[in-house]
């Protein structure tokens, strides 16, 4: 079975406090713990996948915030690859594809993958934007049978990138298998609800199916309401995952497209996704 990672590779428990328990600052305890421990060396290259078989539950908001932690936080040269034909990871950084077939391209090799990443208003923050042809994705890897051709480019752009954050769609297929193969760590979003269990279950069998080498697995409570019984239920029963809160602020930075750290850097929700951040660092440190 693939492993339930921990944040500091040990109990999960030390990543799992709620939003009210996050540092008055994240900013300095986040670029504190990505750097100043005596004897931790940098992990290169790390490619971190937010994946859930469920559409609607966060997915894109926690990749593009997760990015913007990884740059601004840790300091890392970060790419955020979307990966869903919904596109919104780009368009939270203001961004939008410069083509149709430009995925489609990358992944038969006719078009490097630098030639389409885009800059953000973020020194160390590029995007590899989806467009539409992401939609046939599943058939041309099928077709070409090549796979680990996602875990390739991505070993190809760890090259630029310390970080590589992959925003995966909602689906079971050749696509997000090759998401598994490519990840070094699996975020899994998942809303408080009795189905969140049963999500969880599919995304650990889809993982433990498609590779051998199994990918640690996160699961994090999104949206959490503690004002709600059913959601204080899905924290008690599960007091060691770590929680981003629901906040009108996150539902903002598709306004403003903005991450909730630049939006609003002292939140409940920028604190908790800095706090999530730490625990990932702390995980690739292992």
């Known amino acids: 079975m693939p492993r339930i990672a921990g944040a500091s590779g040990g109990q999960p428990d030390q990543a799992g406090a709620s939003a009210s328990a996050a540092p008055e600052r994240p900013v300095e305890r986040a670029a504190s713990a990505s750097h100043g421990r005596a004897g931790e060396q940098a992990v290169a290259g790390a490619t971190i996948a937010v994946y ?5 539950v966060g997915k894109t908001t926690f990749a593009a915030n997760l990015a913007w932690c990884s740059a601004e ?7 955020l690859w979307d990966l869903d034909a919904a596109g919104g990871s780009g368009f939270l950084y203001g961004l939008e594809p410069k083509g149709s077939r ?4 990358v992944f038969s090799r006719e078009r490097s993958p630098r030639g389409v990443i885009q800059h ?3 020194e160390r ?19 070409i049978g090549k796979r680990r051709r996602l875990a390739k480019l991505a070993a190809e752009l760890a090259a630029d990138y310390e970080r590589i954050v992959l925003d995966c769609p909602p689906v079971m297929n050749e696509l997000s298998a090759q998401v598994v193969r490519a990840a070094d760590l699996v975020i899994v979003p998942l809303p408080p609800s009795p189905l969140s269990a049963r999500a969880f279950d ?3 069998r889809e993982i433990a199916g498609n590779t051998k080498r199994h990918p640690p697995i996160l699961p994090v409570l999104s949206m959490l309401d503690m004002r709600r019984t059913l959601h204080r239920q899905a ?3 599960n007091p060691n995952w770590p929680a981003i809160p629901y906040a009108s602020v996150v539902e903002q ?9 630049a939006l609003a850097p002292h939140s409940p929700a920028a604190q908790a996704f800095a706090k999530l951040w730490n625990a990932i660092e702390r995980k690739l440190a292992d």
């Open 52 to 56: 859930s078989v469920k559409g609607g």
């Open 202 to 204: 599919l995304v650990v």
């Open 125 to 143: 923050i590029d995007v590899l934007p989806a467009d539409e042809s992401i939609r046939a994705l599943d058939a041309q890897l099928m077709r």
């Open 253 to 261: 930075c598709a306004v403003h497209r903005q991450p909730v750290g």
């Open 73 to 79: 936080l840790s300091r890392r040269r970060t790419l």
């Open 120 to 122: 953000t208003a973020w």
């Open 235 to 237: 924290q008690e029963t």
């Open 102 to 105: 430009l995925a489609e391209e």
